[in-house]
DNA sequence: TAACTTTATTATGTCATACATAATACTAAA
DNA sequence: TTTAGTATTATGTATGACATAATAAAGTTA
């Protein structure tokens, strides 16, 4: 790690900026609803335009952690993390391994989530799921007509975890999840078949342990797992 | 969803500059290394100054979709998803519960990764778990010297998954479970004890099934869980 | 005094212009 | 053909100006 030149600093003015408003934050241990210097302001203690401030303060605003209003300035807000992850989250812009990568994060979340289930779950949650799944279709036929099932279902599980963070991941990531499975990044698996079902997993939700859950839901989306391993050879 | 008043436009120019060139993106299904147009192209072409521009394609730099040189101008590349999201996961500026949940995310992410973990590794990687539990203190009495194993032990099996996205995950949620872990958010849980140890999970990884792991890393981390249930009246 | 209306202030949003800088393309010399 | 130097060009930064909207202040009415 030892480096004959001094490392010459390639960050723009910008980026020093939005370091310095950063450190700001945090040394002066702002509070949600605090505000901060104003613009003109900034740019006369940090000796740079107003310029360099306003593309420093948009990054900020981008990250979430500043709110800018008219007349009133910058007020810090209470971030939320993901909100500005979407725009990015695009499928048509992300490659096909990113995607897959997005896939496969789905399915572990959903496996081992068990134990946030049976943590939170009530019986009005019971009596939703079993709602939701009551005119489910027994066949596999109507794969397209399932998947209102599906995305309604799994939000279900989601929800229940009341995780609003781990809600929200879902959230970004369901059109990829929709893209993904439409799309032919996946070659389809010839006989797909049905493993656990849903009134399975509630019953087990309902009577039985996170670990029978873990394995349920582990069997349940088998036909996604065998997909992924069919696939494994494009990276 | 009737609306009387016809939604006007609260979006600023700088917003809808940058949905015209994410539009842009999608519609040329531009692909990593093409080229955008000049700013001064853009700000002309859309009818505004080449301030909002700029400020336009810094939020899409931002969102690591382009990446702006000298003389060269915007190329499209490959998105980073995580990358630009480090920094606004500042421990200090997310909420308490905030900060739970996203350590809850990574309990839920390591009992359901068994299944990626089996599909993927090598006796390679079997070695180098086997060498980085080596010289592990068996007492659980030095928490903080155990810190290093925990992330090394921890970060491998992100990395045998060879998910790169998940891996990235894991790189930036890190400094929050650091953060957690030392802070007083959670109360300490009183008799801390071990359950199923590195050594134990290492060898289910070599000769065990995705069932096995599961189980055996929802065990090993049991004491993460039980804090998690201890502070639940927090929210 | 309290509630409402109008006016004034202020800080951000946008625009225009100018120059600095660095990366590239071009040209000339060996 | 390679290298070195030069010119070009698009972004980075600075400055000044005005528009706009949100707030604060002042004024009005009951």
């Not at 900034?42 to 360099?52: E, F």
């Not at 401030?53 to 939320?80: C, F, H, N, Q, Y």
């Not at 109507?142 to 781990?166: D, P, V």
């Not at 493993?195 to 349920?216: A, C, D, M, V, Y």
Request: aromatic share 6%; charged share 30%; proline share 3%.
């Amino acid at each position: 790690m030892k480096e004959v030149f001094k490392s010459i600093d390639t960050q723009s003015l910008v980026d020093k900026v939005e370091d310095s408003l950063i450190n700001l934050l945090h040394e002066r241990k702002l509070k949600v609803g605090d505000s901060i210097p104003k613009e003109l302001e900034l740019a006369s203690a940090l000796g740079v335009s107003r310029t360099v401030v306003r593309e420093a303060l948009m990054r900020l605003r981008m990250m979430g952690l500043i709110d800018t209003r008219k007349k009133k300035g910058a007020v810090i807000t209470s971030p939320d993390i993901f909100g500005n992850l979407a725009k990015s989250l695009n499928p048509y812009i992300l490659s096909d391994d990113t995607l897959k990568e997005i896939f496969e994060i789905r399915l572990v979340l959903e496996v081992g989530m068990a134990d946030l289930l049976f943590s939170h779950v009530t019986d009005g949650d019971i009596k939703e799921l079993k709602e939701i799944v009551k005119n489910e279709p027994l066949s596999a036929k109507h794969r397209m007509f399932e998947a209102s099932y599906e995305i309604a279902f799994h939000g279900k599980l989601y929800q229940i975890t009341k995780n609003e963070t781990l809600k929200k991941f879902q959230g970004l990531l369901l059109p990829i999840f929709d893209f993904v499975e439409k799309s032919s990044i996946f070659k389809p698996i010839p006989g797909t078949q049905k493993f656990t079902s849903h009134k399975q997993l509630i019953t087990i939700l309902e009577k039985g342990t996170p670990e029978e859950f873990r394995n349920g839901m582990r069997n349940h989306l088998e036909n996604h797992f065998a997909r992924l391993r069919l696939n494994k050879g494009g990276k």
